[in-house]
């Protein structure tokens, strides 16, 4: 009703480029990939359109190849957080007084920009930083993101239509969807650019400010994408860009009485905590926030007797080591039937055994580095704890070695116990865990998988046994936010699965659909009535 039409058409997804040899993507791929390494960043705050340096700097490291830095980044503390929100407070009117179609136009620029001019650069400095092969680079820095820009503007449009009945009784009724009061604070993870590109943009299209807080280990990237947005035409102070460590940003960012929303992709750890902060200043904030968040994810296979083999063994090794597990949808856990197991285990071992680790430069490199130091410490705690344990048998893999770069080798256990530390804890890492459970007993399997785990992000059963899937269907109800069928259980495609998890796993506000939208609005009803009655009294008071 009171917001400016527009014809945004209904977006197709982004195609992927193969990287095939002897291809022009490829080539310039790997020319934006030389030209790169050969530089070295100095990555600012970006605060109301102004580039600012503390002095107080991290490295931009590549995993795959600890010692060789590809720049550094300032970080933000108290003085910055402060000075981000009263940017965006400075920008706010007349952001949230732009037509929706001109925000839009924002934002199909940037998709526009990373689809053409930037889509080597980007992924580029997805694959050097973040250490992820080209393909994974592809669907996520440049695919995903790109989608998540134009399904999102679309999104907002179809939002905008829906009003409420037009009155015959001379009334005119509307909603307008107002942003929030305030600024949303967007914390991102290292994983996916996509997220990072997505957290902070989509509560900014519908109008809001944003203070967006990028992991230290993926700020490469992110600024990448900050310096797409700013050419696309996005006014200063809409988003700022405030990297730095959690409590330097996120204590002052959470204590200001102007804080109205989170959105973030991380751990469930630092997300119960901030949510537990946020409770206790409930009453000094101008308005309720609103809290959004994708967190951990134990995610999982259930297979039948009836899987088919060959497409059961392929969605293992997709699902638990593409991008070395470092996903919050990967494959972690899998309940396999015995008959199964018997036929797949030795082609498994052996496909496995055939996997390329190694730089992401080199294209026949399946699997990469793991993020950092820390994550290579933990993952090998893991390792050796399993090679120890009566409980569990390393059947593949297990190999750790950081010399050059945080190298894991992809790692198969086999345990008695389902209940074994990992089949229960969240590792992000290329380790993947396998009970086997006897064929008559899938019923009982299916409780297991449901009761196991305080996650409920995604999973996935494999059966032609169609009475099977009904089953599992039902029984694993509560156990993921994304369940597939006879696929593996990671690679949702915005517009088409929209992604989030309930229990442990997030609030299942579902990114890449009209749903994550709705959390950045808050909705005025405006009647607007012709002829006001004259008298106050009813015709069945005569």
Request: with cysteine; proline share 6%; hydrophobic share 40%.
């Amino acid at each position: 009703m009171y917001n400016t039409v527009s014809n945004i058409p209904k977006p197709v997804n982004e195609p992927i480029f193969s990287y095939a040899p002897n291809t022009t993507p490829r080539r310039l791929l790997q020319e934006a990939l030389q030209q790169l390494e050969g530089e070295t960043l100095d990555i600012p705050l970006i605060i109301g359109g102004r580039e600012i340096r503390t002095g107080k700097t991290g490295s931009c490291i590549q995993p795959h190849a600890h010692s060789r830095s590809l720049g550094q980044f300032h970080k933000a503390g108290p003085k910055e957080v402060h000075l981000a929100i009263e940017a965006s407070q400075k920008a706010k009117k007349d952001w949230e007084n732009l037509s929706f179609p001109q925000r839009a136009s924002i934002f199909l620029k940037a998709a526009d920009l990373l689809s053409s001019t930037y889509r080597y650069w980007v992924n580029a400095a997805a694959m050097l930083n973040l250490s992820k092969n080209v393909f994974q680079a592809e669907i996520d820095s440049a695919c995903e993101l790109i989608d998540f820009w134009r399904f999102n503007a679309w999104y907002m449009q179809e939002l905008y239509k829906d009003q409420p009945l037009y009155s015959t009784g001379g009334t005119l009724n509307g909603v307008e969807y107002r942003p929030l009061e305030g600024f949303v604070f967007a914390v991102t993870p290292f994983n996916f650019v996509s997220i990072g590109g997505n957290l902070c943009t989509a509560p900014a299209m519908l109008g809001n400010t944003v203070l967006w807080k990028p992991a230290s280990t993926a700020v490469y990237p992110a600024y990448w994408v900050m310096k797409i947005l700013q050419e696309a035409g996005l006014p200063d102070g809409v988003i700022n860009f405030v990297p730095g460590a959690g409590a330097d940003v996120g204590d002052p960012a959470l204590a200001s009485p102007l804080f109205a929303g989170l959105h973030f992709t991380g751990s469930t750890e630092v997300f119960q905590s901030m949510w537990k902060t946020i409770g206790g200043r409930i009453a000094d904030y101008k308005s309720y926030p609103r809290v959004v968040g994708e967190t951990g994810g134990k995610d999982f296979m259930v297979a039948h007797a009836s899987a088919d083999p060959e497409a059961t063994i392929a969605a293992i090794i997709r699902g638990a080591y593409e991008y070395q597990g470092q996903k919050c949808s990967a494959l972690s856990r899998m309940y396999i039937a015995k008959s199964l197991w018997k036929t797949i285990k030795e082609p498994l071992i052996e496909q496995i055994q055939s996997i390329r680790i190694g730089p992401p430069q080199e294209f026949g490199h399946f699997m990469n580095a793991v993020i950092d130091k820390a994550s290579f410490t933990n993952t090998q705690g893991y390792i050796d704890r399993a090679a120890a344990s009566p409980s569990a048998r390393i059947l593949v893999g297990g190999g750790c070695d950081d010399r050059t770069g945080y190298f894991i080798e992809p790692t198969l256990i086999e345990t008695d116990d389902p209940h074994y530390e990992t089949m229960e804890q969240e590792l992000f890492a290329p380790v993947l865990t396998a009970y086997i459970y006897d064929d008559a007993d899938y019923d009982a399997a299916l409780r297991l998988c449901d009761q196991t785990s305080p996650y409920g992000l995604t999973g996935c059963v494999f059966a032609r046994d169609r009475y099977a899937i009904a089953q599992a269907l039902e029984a694993l109800r509560h156990s993921a936010g994304n369940f597939y069928i006879n696929d593996k259980p990671t690679g949702a495609v915005v517009g088409q699965q929209p992604f989030g998890g309930g229990r442990g796993s997030g609030t299942n506000d579902k990114a890449g659909s009209m749903l994550n939208l709705l959390r950045w609005v808050s909705v005025r009803t405006i009647k607007e009535t012709f002829t006001p009655p004259s008298d106050y009294r009813y015709p069945f008071m005569d």
